[in-house]
């Protein structure tokens, strides 16, 4: 099994020292097709691996959890021919 840590902020800001975006909300990408929590996808993935996802859970709905999946959907949207399962 392959993990990838996209985030595990509750928010997202920059590093003062390194000059960009340092910090991501949680997520999670398992074996390169689930996402765990969708805090931060599109900005921590290329379009290729955006077009690979194929299911996206949710420990729970706050915000530093769920608010990647609207820009997925929008990013998806016309590019994937199998609907994203999101529980």
């Given at each position: ?45 290329p379009l290729t691996a955006l077009t690979e996802i194929r299911a996206v859970f949710f420990t729970h709905a706050h915000l ?24």
């Amino acid at each position: 099994m392959q993990i990838k840590v996209l985030g595990g902020y509750g928010s997202e800001f920059y590093s003062v020292e390194k000059g960009k975006k340092q910090y991501h909300p949680t997520g999670f990408l398992i074996n390169q097709s689930i996402v765990l929590d969708a805090g931060t996808i599109c900005g921590a993935l290329p379009l290729t691996a955006l077009t690979e996802i194929r299911a996206v859970f949710f420990t729970h709905a706050h915000l530093d959890h769920i608010r990647g999946l609207a820009y997925l959907a929008e990013t998806l949207f016309g590019r994937i021919s199998q609907p994203v399962c999101v529980l």
